[in-house]
């Protein structure tokens, strides 16, 4: 997606940790997002990022890095539900666009 | 609030016939995007409209695909003769005006299968 780089999947255990990294050519940069789609549905909004460091939700966070093109997304305590294509999205202008979604593979 | 609507949520069609979507946005949503989104890939944006003005409609293809929002509410994408590789998702958002941070709130699909 407009070298917007993501790792294809991802697997971890209930209860862990997991990062999931996302970098990005900087050129037009105006934000970063954070969806999550889970099979057969729509995406839904988990975070915004426009400044550098770190925002967190409640058992998600979002880490941004503008001058290295990076960011990750933290799920803590992960449960089975997380199960789930996480997208990185970058806003370009007023374009947003979309990485190829890292799917997240939660196990017992 | 009731959220992003699309019809139809399922659609089977032959190769070289038509097919037409709807979509719905959240009321007050001044911007509204159709997606493609291909099996294992993140969604493409294939036209991106505020209010009834297309803003950028640069991935669209124009020989097949058309799209038009005429009174600023509500949206229809055709695909005129489908192919078989748009076999896909087609995602509809809108956000309230379409600004650098807004959220864009997606309907739940129509899938398309072209035989």
């Known amino acids: 997606g407009q070298n917007i780089d993501q790792p294809t999947e991802m697997t971890a255990t209930e209860g862990a940790i997991v990062q999931i990294n996302c970098t990005y050519q900087t050129s037009g940069f105006n934000g970063l997002f954070w969806y999550q789609q889970h099979a057969g549905e729509a995406p839904t909004f988990l975070s915004y990022?426009?400044?550098?460091g770190l925002e967190e939700k409640g058992r998600f966070s979002s880490f941004l890095s503008r001058s290295k093109g990076y960011s990750y997304l933290l799920l803590k305590e992960l449960q089975m539900k997380d199960s789930a294509s996480y997208l990185c999205?970058?806003?370009?202008?007023?374009?947003?666009?979309f990485g190829a979604g890292t799917r997240l593979f939660v196990k017992a | 609030e009731a959220g992003v609507a699309q019809s139809p949520r399922y659609k089977i069609i032959e190769k070289r016939q038509s097919v037409a979507f709807w979509c719905n946005p959240i009321s007050g949503h001044a911007t509204l995007y159709w997606y493609q989104q291909i099996l294992g890939q993140g969604p493409k944006l294939l036209i991106q409209?505020?209010?009834?003005?297309?803003?950028?409609d640069s991935q669209l293809p124009k020989d097949r695909f058309s799209a038009e929002r005429l009174k600023g509410v509500d949206s229809t994408l055709k695909i005129q003769p489908a192919k078989l590789e748009d076999s896909a998702v087609y995602l509809c958002?809108?956000?309230?005006?379409?600004?650098?941070?807004?959220?864009?709130?997606f309907g739940p699909g129509t899938r398309l299968l072209v035989l």
């Open positions: 999205a970058v806003r370009r202008g007023f374009k947003t666009i």
């Open positions: 958002a809108s956000s309230f005006e379409g600004g650098s941070q807004e959220t864009q709130y």
């Open positions: 409209f505020q209010n009834n003005g297309v803003v950028d």
């Open positions: 990022n426009v400044l550098d």
